[in-house]
């Protein structure tokens, strides 16, 4: 967090458990700094759908986030989802 600056990434890819802060939080404090900026998540664990509705107040499924992407990744896959946030 203290690294991030506005207007110096176009796509971060954020794992949803970290030690000091999840995902999420990350997420809320990154757009307070730069709202433009865009985010994909990663995680190897089930998603916790209560967090969802929380940073995502409209999402009805974990399909509703763009950029979702489970552990083990697949670069192919990765690439498609980076791809897709970029253009």
Known sequence: MKNFKAGSYDLLIIDIVMPEMDGFEL???????????????????????QALKAVFPSVTTTNDIG?????????????????????
Do not use: G, S
């Open 27 to 49: 997420y809320e404090e990154i757009k307070k700094i730069d709202n433009k900026v865009k985010v994909c998540f990663i995680t190897a664990f089930e998603v916790n759908y």
């Open 67 to 87: 950029c979702f992407i489970r552990k083990p990744v697949d670069v192919d896959n990765l690439i498609k989802h980076i791809e897709a946030e970029l253009i």
